[in-house]
């Protein structure tokens, strides 16, 4: 099964990149996910397993980092079309 995460992680701030931040992203490409910056948040695709392994790391560590708030959204990608299943 193939999982997608996007995920933002608050305080944010306009005037430099912040901890929590720079943690979040180290920790989908450490997990080998496929990532995808965007304006409002990051999306990472993989493998089940690697994906709620990076979740469960992605949490604690970017807590660990100054981290106030963390919003998620998991999806099952397997047999889903595109655009189909959001909303």
Do not use: C
Not at 60 to 77: D, M, N
């Amino acid at each position: 099964m193939r999982l997608k995460v996007e995920f933002t992680t608050e305080p944010f701030e306009l005037d430099g990149f912040p901890e929590h931040a720079r943690t979040a992203r180290r920790v989908v490409d450490e997990a080998g996910l496929s990532v995808d910056v965007g304006p409002f948040g990051t999306t990472a695709e993989g493998e089940a397993e690697q994906t709620l392994t990076a979740i469960d790391r992605l949490v604690r560590e970017t807590l660990a980092h100054g981290a106030t708030r963390i919003s998620l959204q998991v999806s099952v990608l397997d047999g889903l079309e595109e655009g189909e299943g959001s909303g």
